[in-house]
Nanobody, 115 residues
Framework: QVQLVESGGGLVQPGGSLRLSCAAS????????MGWYRQAPGKERELVAD???????VYADSVQGRFTISRDNAKRSVYLQMNSLKPEDTAVYYC?????????WGQGTQVTVSS
């Protein structure tokens, strides 16, 4: 059984920062890409950032230059440093990993940007 445990969400003022973490545990042979997605109320889930095992990264245009994704392969963890947060970043953030051809999702963590 594979589990993804996310942490680091919360309430922050516009312009503030948060760091999300996601740790994978269980029967995982290897992890390929790791990523963060988000879903705001009434909207579809969208890719925020993705990082491959060789550390190549992809970002959504809306977060480019403000968010940084990183990973620690030894800890089977992925992180999202979010700076200069805006109200439109408010959403539930989910981590996702690919192990072989199978995707696994975390349970989600709420990020609210509001004054």
């Amino acid at each position: 059984q594979v589990q993804l445990v996310e942490s680091g969400g919360g309430l922050v003022q516009p312009g503030g920062s948060l760091r999300l973490s996601c740790a994978a545990s269980g029967s995982i042979f290897s992890i390929n890409s790791m990523g963060w997605y988000r879903q705001a109320p009434g909207k579809e889930r969208e890719l925020v950032a993705d990082i491959t095992r060789s550390f190549s990264t992809v970002y959504a245009d809306s977060v480019q230059g403000r968010f940084t994704i990183s990973r620690d392969n030894a800890k089977r963890s992925v992180y999202l440093q979010m700076n200069s947060l805006k109200p439109e970043d408010t959403a539930v953030y989910y981590c996702k990993i690919w192990s072989g051809s199978r995707p696994y999702w975390g349970q989600g963590t709420q990020v609210t940007v509001s004054s």
